[in-house]
């Protein structure tokens, strides 16, 4: 006979469910948006993970938005995302770092309460290469009244008011962490049997950081605080030890391996970029809620990020993200900017 004992194996749904449980007024909708973006996951990770075999490598000839080359697998992530998300009922609209205006929810479908918005693969100018890419992606209740169109005002909001974000790595495994802030929570994908299963249970990100992730080829462009910031992360003002300079160019490889192991992951200002490059609502503010409920912080270099009052769908943001006495380090050198 069967006996009943507890299991170890838990899956994303059952955390979902046991997560939701906690709260009785939660009406599932949030829960079934998380379902969608695990599933979507799941697909994408497929796709990514036949990179080299299929035909999906190289540039599709067209631009996005920020008038980059846009890879086929970028355009696939976020048709399978639009795809697992606009029929549900649960989202009245979502925005994607691949689409210039919002993807409002189409009037067969039934109009929710939320709005997702994500980059659909990220570091997708790495892939070729096979090198970890990954999704991030936030989710915000609305603001524009029931049952209508999602609108920009709905996407236009301060991180703070995310009520969840997440991203997933698809690495060596791939893995989904998201938070609805409750803390910060790991799944590996098990391909064997296709499920998320638990297997970082709340995060917590070091105090101090072992690693600096930034591109410091852009040195010549930085102002002298930022440059002063750097030389004290490498030690060299004797104010602390060196860190380790550990930078993939795929932000959400070179964010998780901080979030895990302690650091910073710093893409400042420059000349040429004066407000840096990674977008503030499909980049910067969900990993910030992550970091930050991982005991971490992420500011602009003035700001906590989740402060910032976003103007434009594809505004950029200065970005300092990882263990909280290294975002300290940066808030006090870039404060004499
Ligand atoms: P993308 O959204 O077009 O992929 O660009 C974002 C990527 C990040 O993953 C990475 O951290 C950054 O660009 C690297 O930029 P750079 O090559 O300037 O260091
Ligand atoms: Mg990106």
């Known amino acids: 006979m069967v006996q009943n004992t507890a299991t170890s194996v838990v899956t994303i749904d059952r955390f979902i469910v046991e997560q939701e449980k906690r709260f009785p007024e939660a009406t599932g909708a949030l829960s079934g948006i998380l379902y969608d973006l695990a599933v979507a996951a799941k697909m994408i990770a497929n796709k990514v993970r036949l990179a080299g075999l299929a035909d999906v490598l190289g ?46 929810v189409p009037d067969k479908f039934q109009r929710g309460n939320y709005v997702a918005l994500f980059d659909p693969l990220d570091g997708s100018s790495n892939i070729d290469v096979n090198i970890p890419v990954g999704t991030i992606f936030s989710v915000l209740r609305r603001v ?10 709905d996407m236009l909001q301060p991180g703070l ?5 997440g991203y997933v790595i698809y690495g060596s495994s791939t893995m989904l962490v998201y938070t609805t802030g409750h803390g910060a929570h790991g799944f590996t ?7 998320f299963l638990l297997s970082h249970p709340d995060i917590r990100i070091p105090e101090r950081g072992r690693f600096l992730s930034v591109n410091d080829s ?33 932000l959400v490889a070179d964010f998780h391996r901080n979030l ?20 503030l609502l499909y980049e910067c503010n969900p990993l910030a809620f992550i970091c930050e409920q991982a005991g971490g912080a992420a500011i602009d270099g003035r700001q906590r990020i989740l402060d910032i009052q976003p103007t434009e769908l594809h505004q950029r943001a200065p970005y ?15 404060a004499q900017a």
């Open 59 to 104: 540039a599709q000839g067209t631009a996005n938005v920020q008038g980059e080359i846009q890879q086929k697998l970028d355009v696939i992530a976020n048709t399978i995302l639009v795809k697992a998300l606009d029929h549900g009922g649960r989202l009245c609209a979502m925005a994607s770092e691949e689409e210039e205006g919002i993807i409002v």
């Open 144 to 153: 524009s009244p029931a049952g209508g169109p999602g609108t920009v005002e």
């Open 161 to 165: 008011r995310q009520v969840a974000a």
């Open 189 to 195: 994908l098990d391909p064997a049997i296709g499920e």
């Open 218 to 250: 852009y040195e010549k462009y930085w102002t002298e605080p930022v440059k002063a910031l750097m030389r004290h992360y490498r030690g060299m003002n004797g104010r602390r030890d060196p860190m380790n300079v550990r930078y993939v160019g795929s």
């Open 260 to 279: 895990l192991g302690g650091g910073l992951f710093a893409y400042p200002a420059n000349t040429k970029s004066p407000t840096g490059k990674l977008r």
């Open 320 to 334: 300092f993200v990882g263990s909280k006495a290294d975002v300290e380090a940066a808030a006090d050198y870039l």
